[in-house]
Nanobody, 124 residues
Framework: QVQLVESGGGLVQAGDSLRLSCAAS????????MAWFRQAPGKERDFVAV??????DYADSVKGRFTISRDYAKNTVDLQMNSLKLEDTAVYYC???????????????????WGQGTQVTVSS
């Protein structure tokens, strides 16, 4: 059984940093992509960052503040979030894709597995 488990969420103040981690079990995704998405209340699930094994990609809203990293040996993907803003408040989800075929990695539809999400709340 494949599982993605996120950790590291919490309540922080604007300008603070937070590091999210996602651990995959049940299979490896060494050839595929692992990504982070987020969903604020009443909004759609939005792309944050992806590490597909090729070029890393970030949403414009987090570029320069967030950094995605992967540890292939541990089968994990992390998201370092710096200079957090109020608008970063959301539930953050880890996602994984098995196929190595190139695709639109910013679309949540292309991912095969999802974590349960971890809440990040940024206060003023």
């Amino acid at each position: 059984q494949v599982q993605l488990v996120e950790s590291g969420g919490g309540l922080v103040q604007a300008g603070d940093s937070l590091r999210l981690s996602c651990a995959a079990s049940g299979r490896t995704f060494s050839g595929g992509a692992m990504a982070w998405f987020r969903q604020a209340p009443g909004k759609e699930r939005d792309f944050v960052a992806v590490w597909p094994g090729g070029i890393i990609d970030y949403a414009d809203s987090v570029k320069g503040r967030f950094t995605i990293s992967r540890d292939y040996a541990k089968n994990t993907v992390d998201l370092q979030m710096n200079s957090l803003k109020l608008e970063d408040t959301a539930v953050y989800y880890c996602a994984a894709r098995v196929s190595t075929a190139y695709t639109n990695y910013r679309s949540p539809r292309v991912y095969d597995y999802w974590g349960q999400g971890t809440q990040v709340t940024v206060s003023s």
